[in-house]
């Protein structure tokens, strides 16, 4: 009998359903560097038209999407992007922007909901007359849902208010979308509406979606055309892709409609961790598939915590020296959920009568607790 | 009927096989970000242990394959890599090394056969007392086969020459081997002897070998953690990619054997090609997988014959204003190759005749002629 492992580590641990098995099987490809791979090309149509921008490209990973979106944008040497200080490309995407792009971070900090306070992020924009000194500011980025604030939904008023200044101020604002379908739905807004004052999204189609692979930007045209060619420069051009698409596409059709369960698990999931009194949750800061919660009593680790749920087949993710992050995904069933509980309860009590085992962390969690 | 496309433009256009996308269909995942996913673990020992090094990285690409390569390699900012001024990173991949990693290349001149002359590598390694002028020179880059040469093979003996070059100047090899099967088969050579000497090597998976995605790289396991980071920096980091790795390692598997068969099928096409006496072949220089042939006559040019060839549904690579490239694979059969021997003749026929309708280039593919 094989083991059950609950996997909460994060939604990118989905594993391809059947009918994306099977789609990946009989996909019709050919070579999308050469020409156009059919698969791939009707994929990118139909997301772009979801997401109500001109055209879309597929790429290996978020990280490559938000690399290629700000380089496109701020491809003038001496550029400058405002973003958050708790954000994805900022804390986790190598500070490939900078190592590899030359592009110069501002950062504003981050509200616990996610957003920038618009009068920081005006504050932040360089102003012509120090061009002597400044960098030129070029790019506002947003991120939606943000996770390292909890998986937090940025509102279409927010959004489009962003929008406005960096429309006013002559810059461009890209939208890390990696999950902006959980904020779409959470929201209750359609997510080409979510977007619609961006210049550029990035989508991950490997989070909640459940693709083994992949992620598309999308934006106009010209931005596009940009994007493919610095894609293939940083070596995202792939040829037969249409086997991911082809599971990308499956994603999209088949999951979108099941992240409102993943998100009302969630709240089941921090309901339950609440009534552990050694933890707190705040239960009004789980809005879509993440929970974080912080350990009050001294005595236990995150580290320690989620060694022994592995014990017990359960993954989590330490998030900080005293917090741990659980993330909903569709391959969560509502048993798994009550069954992670139980196995937490368990572990607490564990660790507080000094019975538990602790070996050299094998299987590295606490090593990948990053970014994902 | 289904009318075969006999597609000569490259050895990229190879499509899963139905082992490859049984392969897929099954492939044991997990997300190879946060851990490892165990079909790729496999096929990179796998790859590893038949090139004779320690550790090997898959990624999306050749591109990316060669960038993670120098970019490893020229950690240093101020760095200078020597490689051939016909080699395919330093014309097709949009000079990434420096545009992306600051690396600045030094050329030496590539001749017929693919070698650069040992003696103009050594007067171009840069001398540590130029140091306040002069970049250092970290790298020195080989291509094995050499595409733009005509898929020529590297000896042993020359590039363990070229390794003695670099170790005695502290420098290091890299070997961008996209096609290194193909020269480890025409020369008898097992491939780890034939890279034996070098520090790195890029493999493509996605070429004659037939996987829909994919190259490895090969080296020490200090380098390949050093490839891994920078892997995700450019965005190659992906979650699920057991499934590209099953189909490669079917590649790997099933198609290294039918290499012998490519190249006597390429020479088969070469001899077909010689007997039209508006062409000419260089018999001698077919050697791998790739046939080059020029228009003598000046009333046809590649453009015209690659689309008259398109209208008979075969598929050719128009590469400079007077030559045509055919790059033969193991979805083209004996009969294909006669098939567009009749083709190329009917088409020469056509165009001397006066006959012939040239429409605008529809399949781009004189766009497309590109490092392929």
Redo the contacts between chains.
Sequence with gaps: MVTKVVDL??D??T??SEPM??A???AD???D???ADPTAQRFEAEMARIMGKEAALF???G???N??SVLVHCDARGSEVILGDNSHIHIY??G?IA???GVHPKTVTNNPDGTMDIDRIVAAIRHKEGSLYYPTTRLICLENTHANCGGKCLSVEYTDKVGEVAKSHGLKLHIDGARIFNASVALGVPVDRLVRAADSVSVCL?KGLGA???SVIVGSKAFIDKAK?LR??????????G??CA?AYVGVRDTVGKLADDHRKAKVLADGLKKIKQFTVDLTSVETNMVFFDIADPRITPDKLCQVLEQRNVLAMPASSKSVRLVIHYQISDSDVQHALTCIEKAVEEILSGSAKFDHLT??STA?SYG?
Excluded: C, F, W, Y
């Excluded at 293939?232 to 892709?241: A, D, I, N, P, S």
């Design positions: 580590r994060s990118t641990v594993k391809p098995r099977a990946m099987a009989a490809v050919d070579d560097v050469l020409g790429v290996p990973s990280t490559m999407a690399l290629v995407e190598n490939g190592t590899i792009g490997s083994p692979v992949g060619i293939k420069t940083l070596g995202g051009g792939m040829r037969q892709v086997i991911l599971a299987n590295g990948n994902h």
